[in-house]
């Protein structure tokens, strides 16, 4: 018996048409943000695959249900980076003669504002200080711009090297920005109060997109050339595990304080994955079996606000048992099921009785162990 401790993943994928799951609206996902107000996720679509793709923001709701947010701005923008402001959406809109920040509400989905930014080559990534001053990076420009009351600045022009994913550090009221085009892939740190920038560490990384911090303090960066996210446990990054190996081309990468989650746009599928902080105590026994004896479909809908189903595949006859975990790897719900034949079935789970978070699992069929992830949400 192998024994592993459970790092949970759940994947929005496009989805299979015989089991009659929605239409996947992503196309070459580029950042993700959580509307915590009012419980759904949103998500830029870069280039795509074809016409009506490229400049879509889509709103993924507590029930994993896509709908489009916004289309404004197809096949007129690029959209990079996502950033909740306020009461407001800012998006990093490029490849325009006229690029910049789009704005729009998060109450109507309306595009009601756009700060034009002259000069810049592709914006990336946004965030804002704790006086509301907005922060743009430009990757092909190799710049920082500012923006104060709507009016943009540039701030930096030299020393920085495609710089790409941005975050702000209150706790040291700096910038950490990451220059991949700079020998060593170094994390850039830029003081707020006197406008220096210095080298915080050398990551010899390659490809990085996204950086972000959890509540616990550690720094998370995606690194699409390795399709990796690294986690650093000190600010001064002075080590790093990699913490989710799965995604293809990870992108703009967010911290989902809500439900402590690292949400992960995969730029090459097309999907966005979820993956807990927290790593759960749950033994996994997957058998190094074909996995066609029993597969693991996406359940649907994840998130979700009450009920899920878990979708699963048999390769021949046999039990099925399902054990829903909290994060410390308790017990909360056990479904065992009669004997089932070869072939596709599903399985409601109610966790309406459940606190909101993540809500590991286990589907068992005699030997064969495979594990994936629920999300609640309210």
Known sequence: MVHRILLAVFVIAPMLPAIGI???????????????????????????????????????????????????????????GLYVYGDSLLAAAGENPNSGIAVFSLETAALVGFIAVPGIGLPNDITSDRDGVIYLTDYWGDALYRIVDGVPELLFDQGL??????????????????????????????????????????????GYDGIVRD????????????????????????????????????????YDSVNDLICVPSFSTHTVEFVPVHVSAVDD????????????????????????????????????????YDVRGRQV????????????????????????????YRLESGRHVRTGTIVLTR
């Not at 404004?72 to 690029?78: G, I, P, T």
């Not at 065992?336 to 590991?360: E, F, I, M, N």
């Open 285 to 324: 026994e997957e058998s190094d079996e074909s996995p066609l004896e029993l597969s693991l479909l996406p359940s649907h809908p994840n998130p979700c606000r009450g009920t899920t189903e878990i979708r699963y595949l048999l390769g021949s006859d046999g039990p099925i048992r399902i054990v829903v």
């Open 22 to 80: 929605a239409q996947n609206l992503l196309s070459n996902p580029e950042s993700i943000v959580y509307d915590a107000e009012r419980g759904h996720y949103l998500v830029s679509n870069w280039r795509g695959d074809g016409p009506g793709d490229r400049g879509a923001i889509v709103r993924i709701d507590g029930n994993g249900n896509q709908t489009y947010f916004n289309t404004e701005l197809v096949d007129a923008y690029s959209i990079a």
């Open 161 to 206: 090297f495609n710089p790409n994913g941005i975050m702000y550090d209150e706790d040291n009221h700096r910038l950490l920005t990451l220059a991949p085009g700079t020998a060593g892939c170094p994390v850039m740190a830029i003081s707020i109060a006197d406008s220096s920038i210095s080298v915080l560490a050398y990551s010899g990384l390659g």
């Open 333 to 360: 719900k056990e479904l065992t099921g009669d004997w089932r034949s070869a072939g596709y079935h599903q399985v409601v789970v109610d966790l309406s009785r459940l606190a909101a978070g993540v809500y590991p």
């Open 215 to 254: 509540s616990a303090g550690r720094i998370y960066i995606s690194e699409w050339t390795t399709d990796s996210v690294h986690r650093y446990d000190d600010a001064l990054l002075s080590g790093h595990i990699i913490f989710s190996g799965g995604p293809a081309s990870p992108a703009d990468i967010y």
